[in-house]
């Protein structure tokens, strides 16, 4: 039996280890944070010092006003979001016909799902490059678009074709037997029981999307049209060094996926519990 010291001992051990653990998470963001507040002779001094000289804040209305730095912010938002939606739309259906139907070619159909998953966009950039030059699409949203979700596709699939099919079918018939149609049983019942597969598969393709830079590099060439992953570049390069501007942008560029785990999280739990008395 361990006793009341032990016991107190091991949590006081548990929670250093987390902070520790939080900390080693946070750092990164903490020195980003920190050299955004710097002027730009201080983020290049040497040695350099914890806290910034000069608290420099009007670095984020510079960034902010940047019309590069909004056209980038814009793009990114545009491409994140359509990804997105074209990934829900196409992996909700596909993961409930595998999940729910047995026709032949299902087992081979997700074993080439799962396959494709093993390719990253580095390794094909080459022929994607060649296919969208044939279709015309170079340096358009659409082609940047089309590739995220089509990497994101799989992951999608995968993760909600596990969700449909932990739902006995039992649940499904019930409703079937209560006149709803095919349509309504998934759109009433089986939906809002896979809300945290749903919140999962959107957050994941977001920040992928939100965060993909060799495409982007790739296959847009207007400086007006890059997203934020390819037009930080912008501001540290051989001729100029905005490591103040670059930090500020990087936090900037984080508060979005921020917001949408905060507005989308809230609906996690209530999902599970909302879902089940539908």
Do not use: C
């Not at 009341?4 to 750092?27: D, I, K, Q």
């Not at 026709?103 to 074993?111: Q, S």
């Not at 309504?184 to 992928?208: D, E, H, Y």
Request: no cysteine.
């Amino acid at each position: 039996m361990t006793s009341p010291a032990t016991g107190s001992r091991r949590r006081w051990v548990l929670s250093a280890a987390g902070m520790l653990l939080a900390f080693a998470f946070l750092a990164p963001y903490v020195v980003m944070v920190l050299g955004s507040l710097r002027s730009s002779s201080d983020n290049k001094a040497t040695p350099p010092s914890f806290l910034p000289q000069v608290w420099q804040w009007s670095t984020y209305s510079d960034v902010l006003g940047d019309e590069r730095f909004r056209s980038w912010l814009g793009t990114s938002l545009l491409v994140a979001f359509a990804s997105t939606v074209v990934v829900m739309l196409v992996s909700v259906p596909a993961a409930y016909m595998t999940a729910r139907y047995r026709f032949p070619g299902r087992t081979p159909f997700l074993l080439l799902v799962l396959v494709t998953q093993m390719f990253s966009p580095t390794a094909l950039v080459v022929g994607l490059y060649r296919e969208f030059f044939e279709l015309n699409l170079i340096n358009t949203y659409g082609a940047l678009i089309l590739t995220n979700a089509a990497f994101n596709l799989a992951f999608a699939v995968w993760i909600l074709h596990g969700f449909f099919s932990s739902i006995p079918t039992e649940v499904e018939e019930a409703a079937l037997l209560d006149g709803v149609t095919r349509w309504q049983s998934l759109r009433k019942i089986m939906l809002p029981l896979t809300l945290p597969g749903l919140v999962t598969a959107t957050i994941f393709t977001f920040i992928a999307a939100w965060n993909e830079y060799v495409v982007a590099l790739t296959l847009m060439i207007d400086d007006s049209k890059k997203p934020l992953t390819v037009g930080f570049r912008s501001y540290v390069t051989g001729y100029e060094q905005n490591w103040d501007q670059l930090f500020a942008a990087s936090v900037i560029a984080v508060v979005p996926v921020v917001i949408l785990f905060a507005v989308i999280e809230k609906h996690l739990v209530g999902g599970l519990t909302a879902g089940s008395v539908k």
